[in-house]
């Protein structure tokens, strides 16, 4: 089987290893270069961030994402020379307004990931002596997990572009598609070229709404641009990430802070502003005033595909026997990409699913596109 993937983020990468492990033949394009967008830019923790504060169907998902990536890093690593750095920090959650929540989180659902205590001083400077005075309470999650994504990406890339059945286009625009009786005969792209494929994916991420027109359906997927700023310290200075007001701090192994996240409505704008950028700093030493003592290395932004209720879309788009979709997966695409492109490939090839797929179906866009109105 011949599948085109629009789109080369984790959601589109993660589902062409899938597929090609499976014996399909894959194309996938990018209209840039491959893994350059949202899943560069994220922070890559392997939990949403407040669990309780997500549907059901995301924590689903999400709860696949380490073992997931344990099991393809062994699999890539020996043929790629690139570990995707899966970092067993822990996480400390500052909020005290989500201490009751988070604790009954973890008694009510059986994931392992999401067990807790409540740490009071001194466990609190035991385990992160860095943390802020101010605070003398926090929830420890002692088995989440950071990956860090740009290895992850630069890995699973390496890998496919190797890959005997693997064929990539970056830099190229798919423009739109030539349908005939609720099939997808070929896409074309914007220099005019046409490509044939027994099966096409979506996952376009941010991008995403721009099928509406031609799919003559309402796809409520928009850009929300995250600004993030990078750290570096000396290394395993900071012993776990840390989160307050929707605002972390992640360790990598060799002392580099990922710290973000903000939250704008800015359409299609990448380039990060300093007021931003001042605010997620101000954040950042209200967590650990001692990161002041380190230089700032870099600042970006990226753009994550919202989407109304974060619960991403998989599966097959409404009225059409062979386009797919693998897309709207807004703040979780990293730890939820996994179980999601696994997802896909189990409904494509007709597979028992390792989850319920009815809560991602397509069938959901027109209802959800209605209530953002």
């Known amino acids: 089987m011949k599948i ?127 943390i802020s005075e101010q605070f003398n309470q926090a929830l420890y999650f002692s088995q989440l997990s950071n990956i860090r994504n740009p290895r992850l990406l630069k890995s699973i890339i390496s890998y496919l572009k190797q890959h005997p059945r693997v064929q990539f286009h970056e830099n190229t625009w798919v423009d739109h598609f030539h349908i005939q009786q609720q099939r997808v005969t070929s896409i074309e792209t914007q220099s005019g070229q046409q490509i044939q494929a027994d099966q096409i994916v979506i996952a376009t991420g941010a991008w995403s709404a721009h099928w509406s027109q031609q799919l003559n359906m309402s796809i409520p997927v928009k850009p929300v641009q995250g600004q993030m700023l990078l750290f570096k310290t000396p290394e395993q200075w900071l012993p776990t990430i840390c989160m307050n007001k929707v605002m972390y701090l992640i360790p990598r192994q060799d002392g580099h802070v990922v710290c973000g996240s903000s939250m704008d409505e800015l359409g299609f704008e990448h380039r990060p502003n300093i007021q931003t950028q001042q605010n997620i700093y101000k954040a950042c030493l209200e967590m650990v005033p001692e990161l002041e003592q380190f230089p700032i290395v870099k600042q970006w932004a990226g753009l994550r595909p919202s989407s109304p209720t974060g619960v991403p879309y998989i599966g097959k788009m409404p009225e059409l026997d062979n386009l797919w979709a693998n897309f709207g997966h807004f703040r979780n695409g990293l730890c939820m990409g996994p179980a999601s492109a696994r997802l896909l490939r189990q409904l494509m090839l007709e597979q028992p699913t390792c989850v319920d797929p009815s809560a991602f179906s397509t069938q959901r866009l027109t209802s959800e596109a209605l209530s953002t109105r």
């Open 4 to 130: 085109a993937i629009i789109g080369a983020g984790i959601s589109g990468l993660l589902s062409a290893l899938e597929l090609v492990e499976q014996g399909c033949s894959v194309i996938i394009f990018d209209q840039q270069q491959a893994g350059k967008a949202a899943s560069w830019a994220g922070g890559g923790i392997l939990s949403p961030m407040y669990p309780w504060r997500y549907p059901r169907a995301v924590n689903q998902l999400a709860q696949h994402g380490k073992s997931l990536y344990l099991e393809w890093n062994e699999k890539l690593k020996p043929v790629t020379g690139i570990d995707f750095e899966i970092h067993d920090t822990g996480m400390l959650i500052l909020d005290e307004s989500d201490f009751d929540i988070g604790q009954r989180y973890a008694q009510q659902f059986d994931e392992p990931m999401q067990q807790c205590q409540l740490l009071k001083q001194p466990q609190l400077q035991q385990i992160n002596p860095h």
